[in-house]
């Protein structure tokens, strides 16, 4: 009976002592692979802070054509290892460079397109609705530079 007891507790003693040494062995491999995802994580998060701070951001290509500055503009919209996509920006409209000069015709201002002298619109402001400054600038063609400027004046005075 005794060599039963000790078969079986011999038997228990290795069937723990095995258990023990596979556990170590996989315990040792989540360890690795633990290290293995915080490193390729560190690596994506790199990544993404870089395409944080590159994303969205403007690039401005400057040429010369006929004597003329050309400029074209383009914005990151993706980012990756092999390869950056642009996106080309079309170019706004400038209407702050844009001048605009206010006449007296038939009593009412007219507004002219300074540049070319073309006629941009005719209003139903009468010039006597203007106060007496602003009146004597219209007279000698007040200037107004950019579209803004334009429609808070125009808003300003027709009604």
């Known amino acids: 009976m005794k060599r039963v007891i000790y078969g079986i507790g011999l038997f228990l003693a ?3 002592l095995g258990a023990g040494f596979f556990l170590s062995y996989q315990v040792a491999d989540l360890r690795e692979k633990m290290a ?3 490193e390729s994580s560190g690596q994506a998060l ?4 870089v395409l944080d701070s590159s994303k969205d951001q403007e690039l401005v290509f400057e040429t010369y054509e006929e ?3 050309l400029r074209n503009r383009y914005r990151i919209t993706a980012y990756g290892p092999e390869q950056i996509v642009l996106r ?3 170019e706004e409209n400038t209407e702050t460079d844009q001048e605009f000069l206010l006449k007296v015709e038939d009593g009412c201002i007219t507004v002219y397109e300074k540049e070319s002298g073309k006629v941009f619109e005719h ?3 009468p010039l006597e609705s203007l106060p007496q400054e602003l009146q004597a600038e219209v007279l000698l063609g007040k ?3 950019g579209a803004e400027e334009l429609y808070s004046f125009l808003e300003n005075y027709s009604s």
């Open 14 to 16: 290795f069937l723990f």
């Open 36 to 38: 293995q995802l915080q």
């Open 46 to 49: 790199q990544q993404v802070s």
């Open 67 to 69: 004597g003329n500055l």
């Open 88 to 90: 080309q920006e079309e």
């Open 123 to 125: 209003t139903n402001i």
């Open 143 to 145: 200037t107004l530079s």
